[in-house]
């Protein structure tokens, strides 16, 4: 049987909500929404990311309360005020608030510019009803709602930054004219509001003009695209129908100016390494904390655009070519097939980039250009976070010669972030520290992690043995072959019983070698390779030490993730790590090469077990107290709020001025048009000579972006 209309509850069902997994009484002809695909995509990863950061939501317009639950459920420390006139959705809304256990403040009423009570439609459809219904669906009945103006509940909400959910059938200009005492007193105040342009016609209100109204409130707007999964951003300049498409209908997110952040960063892995993970939390961070937009452009698809799009952030995959490489340099067909692609790719979206409209773009590793060239396109500041030593730690083979590359990060960069301190005196050391500086990562450790269940998994199986594990990927410039012959020191020389288990993504031919040398002496039992794990904090949380044999370590987030767990740690006397680990103080230094100096290092903390627990206990207060997101996200969002503003039309730095040169040369007049193609091949040449190649017949593809630019330019 089913019901007559979308208000008889006794019809109510109980659906567990895709991809978030909570459950919701929903009216069968509505319950689709919920189950069949997610519900508006794009803006509930982002509104749930923003839960973690705020103080009070505001649900105006909350229906059967999706979104007030989705708070709930994320921050329950989060103070709900939900607004619902029409009894029937009520009544739901209360039912759902109260099977997922969220409070909240509930209010019967409409919100509006006045006090008093109104006629109210209510459409056919539960979610569609409003002071005048939405047009495109058919009017049930007329009930007179109490209306009330958001000014009047500012004594509710939490003095932390409040986020507003508008979405009430085209009243939202009115809505806005109701709070505007409460947007003024609220310095961090973001809105989530529907745009219908439908829906604003029908009530006398021209779309254009809620969006000058959310303008002069002093807020950024940015489109929500739930489909596409994608921000773009708006501005008075552009057409709000091309950024509507097709849809019927948009979110957009508001943020005050002051505060509004858009950010681009070109990764070049979609896997979850270290530099992919800590990029991950400053993105949480960002997010969270401060209310960022983020669009991350991916060489592929990968596990590392399935967590992103999940924390809110928009993704982009690419063809974004590394210009070195690990091995062997590829030969000039598959350099000119690659590098065709990553050019095409970037002229075929500079219109998307520009729509997406960031404030900065920013590239997350030495190994790829392309964000820095997006940023001289678009006419963006470009920071440049350095995360490697490129060289001396992973042995990569560059396309130019390596002072090359570093010369231009240096030019094609307003700043330089590095890892560690020593990556900057290594790499840049003659670059004024106001434009290249270290920004220490942050590491979150979910809670859970410090707690384990019984039933995790482990490797170990000896339980009377020193257990022992170095994390990371297996490779020979990780060391791990320290690790190895440590352990054949300590069982075959000194009758020690210690076990070790290698755990990460492997090189194939390095991990063979490795299991050789572990068959050779006959040491199965004892020292286990085993895959990436994603629970790999819990098995660290199982061994007695961290071993981290990295012959050159930029930063060593492994080394952090240790002290952080409380677990003593014993690292190489290089790089970074020196910036980490005090020896017999944050923990144990042995140099890389020297297994029985790391064996001496693994006896002296099994023989002491009150030496372990002090490098614990320091390793992790000094991790704890310095390594913080205020440290991390926090001088990050410091220094882009700073860039958002910075007037690049002026780039300096060797391509710009090349281009420049070409905007001179061809505004010549007089100039006879032989010798203007002989001057623009010289300045082509020229170009590209710095760009990134290693010879003029190699880097022929190189050629294509100085005719993007070109064009971008006039």
């Known amino acids: 049987?089913?019901?007559?209309?979308?208000?008889?509850?006794?019809?109510?069902?109980?659906?567990?909500?895709?991809?978030?997994?909570?459950?919701?009484?929903?009216?069968?002809?509505?319950?689709?929404?919920?189950?069949?695909?997610?519900?508006?995509?794009?803006?509930?990863?982002?509104?749930?990311q923003i839960a973690h950061g705020i103080g009070t939501f505001i649900d105006v317009g909350a229906h059967y309360g999706f979104y007030s639950v989705l708070i709930g459920r994320t921050n329950p420390d989060v103070k709900i005020l939900a607004f619902?006139?029409?009894?029937?959705?009520?009544?739901?809304?209360?039912?759902?608030?109260?099977?997922?256990?969220?409070?909240?403040?509930?209010?019967?009423?409409?919100?509006?510019?006045?006090?008093?009570?109104?006629?109210?439609?209510?459409?056919?459809?539960?979610?569609?009803?409003?002071?005048?219904?939405?047009?495109?669906?058919?009017?049930?009945?007329?009930?007179?709602?109490?209306?009330?103006?958001?000014?009047?509940?500012?004594?509710?909400?939490?003095?932390?930054?409040?986020?507003?959910?508008?979405?009430?059938?085209?009243?939202?200009l009115k809505v806005l004219t109701g709070m505007e005492k409460l947007i003024g007193d609220t310095d961090d105040i973001r809105l989530i509001i529907e745009f219908n342009p439908n829906c604003l016609k029908a009530n006398q209100v021209n779309p254009k003009a809620l969006l000058e109204k959310i303008e002069s409130l002093g807020f950024d707007i940015f489109f929500i695209c739930d489909v596409e999964l994608k921000y773009k951003k708006y501005n008075s300049q552009k057409s709000w129908e091309d950024l509507m498409g097709e849809r019927t209908y948009r979110n957009l997110y508001c943020v005050k100016k002051q505060q509004s952040l858009n950010i681009c960063f070109f990764l070049h892995s979609s896997q979850l390494g270290g530099s992919e993970r800590s990029l991950r939390h400053l993105i949480d961070g960002l997010?969270?904390?401060?209310?960022?937009?983020?669009?991350?452009?991916?060489?592929?698809?990968?596990?590392?655009?399935?967590?992103?799009?999940?924390?809110?952030?928009?993704?982009?995959?690419?063809?974004?070519?590394?210009?070195?490489?690990?091995?062997?340099?590829?030969?000039?067909?598959?350099?000119?097939?690659?590098?065709?692609?990553?050019?095409?790719?970037?002229?075929?979206?500079?219109?998307?980039?520009?729509?997406?409209?960031?404030?900065?773009?920013?590239?997350?590793?030495?190994?790829?250009?392309?964000?820095?060239?997006?940023?001289?396109?678009?006419?963006?500041?470009?920071?440049?976070l350095v995360n490697e030593f490129g060289v001396l730690d992973h042995r990569l083979k560059f396309l130019l010669p390596f002072d090359k590359i570093l010369d231009f990060v240096d030019k094609a960069s307003n700043k330089i972030i590095t890892c560690s301190q020593a990556v900057k005196n290594e790499l840049f050391p003659n670059i004024d520290p106001e434009k290249a500086f270290p920004i220490y990562r942050h590491i979150h450790i979910p809670p859970e992690v410090y707690s384990p269940d019984q039933s995790t998994e482990t490797h170990f199986q000896h339980p009377d043995a020193f257990h022992l594990i170095i994390p990371g990927t297996v490779r020979p410039s990780k060391g791990q072959e320290d690790a190895v012959r440590s352990v054949v020191e300590l069982?075959?020389?000194?009758?020690?019983?210690?076990?070790?288990?290698?755990?990460?993504?492997?090189?194939?031919?390095?991990?063979?070698?490795?299991?050789?040398?572990?068959?050779?002496?006959?040491?199965?039992?004892?020292?286990?390779?085993?895959?990436?794990?994603?629970?790999?904090?819990?098995?660290?949380?199982?061994?007695?030490?961290?071993?981290?044999?990295?012959?050159?370590?930029?930063?060593?987030?492994?080394?952090?993730?240790?002290?952080?767990?409380?677990?003593?740690?014993?690292?190489?006397?290089?790089g970074g790590t020196l910036e980490l680990i005090t020896e017999g103080e944050t923990g144990l230094l042995y140099t890389p090469g020297d297994h029985v100096e790391l064996a001496h290092q693994i006896e002296k903390l099994m023989d002491n077990p009150k030496l372990r627990k002090e490098l614990s206990e320091k390793g992790y207060n000094f991790a704890n107290n310095n390594f913080t997101k205020e440290n991390f996200s926090g001088k990050y969002l410091d220094l882009l709020s700073e860039m958002k503003n910075m007037d690049n039309r002026e780039k300096t730095g060797t391509s710009w001025l090349l281009i420049r040169q070409y905007k001179n040369l061809v505004s010549q007049k007089n100039l006879e048009i032989q010798n203007l193609k002989q001057l623009l091949n010289e300045t082509e040449q020229e170009a590209v000579r710095y760009s990134l190649s290693k010879s003029w017949r190699i880097t022929r593809p190189f050629r294509k972006i100085m005719k993007m630019i070109r064009g971008i330019d006039n």
């Open 491 to 574: 069982q075959k020389n000194r009758d020690r019983q210690v076990e070790l288990i290698i755990v990460g993504n492997a090189q194939h031919n390095y991990r063979n070698f490795l299991l050789k040398i572990i068959d050779d002496y006959n040491l199965n039992d004892y020292i286990h390779i085993v895959p990436f794990q994603e629970s790999v904090l819990s098995l660290v949380m199982q061994a007695d030490a961290l071993l981290v044999c990295s012959k050159m370590e930029a930063f060593g987030r492994v080394t952090l993730e240790g002290q952080l767990l409380k677990v003593p740690v014993i690292a190489t006397n290089t």
């Open 84 to 172: 619902e006139p029409i009894r029937e959705n009520f009544k739901v809304l209360s039912k759902n608030l109260m099977i997922n256990n969220v409070n909240a403040n509930t209010f019967m009423n409409a919100v509006s510019d006045f006090e008093g009570r109104s006629k109210f439609e209510v459409s056919t459809q539960s979610s569609q009803s409003g002071f005048i219904a939405n047009p495109d669906e058919d009017v049930l009945k007329e009930v007179e709602v109490d209306v009330v103006r958001l000014d009047k509940y500012r004594e509710l909400m939490k003095n932390e930054p409040v986020l507003v959910k508008i979405d009430t059938e085209g009243n939202e």
């Open 287 to 384: 997010t969270q904390d401060y209310g960022t937009l983020c669009t991350v452009v991916l060489p592929s698809q990968g596990p590392l655009g399935e967590l992103l799009l999940e924390s809110g952030v928009s993704t982009l995959t690419a063809p974004v070519t590394w210009w070195c490489a690990i091995d062997e340099i590829p030969s000039e067909k598959v350099i000119n097939r690659q590098y065709g692609e990553s050019f095409d790719w970037l002229n075929q979206n500079l219109s998307l980039l520009n729509e997406i409209n960031p404030d900065v773009i920013l590239t997350n590793s030495l190994v790829i250009p392309w964000g820095a060239l997006a940023a001289l396109l678009l006419k963006k500041p470009h920071v440049w």
């Open 1 to 48: 049987m089913q019901p007559n209309n979308n208000y008889d509850i006794s019809f109510l069902e109980n659906v567990t909500v895709s991809k978030f997994g909570f459950n919701l009484f929903s009216m069968p002809n509505y319950s689709w929404k919920y189950t069949n695909i997610v519900f508006e995509e794009m803006t509930a990863y982002l509104v749930r």
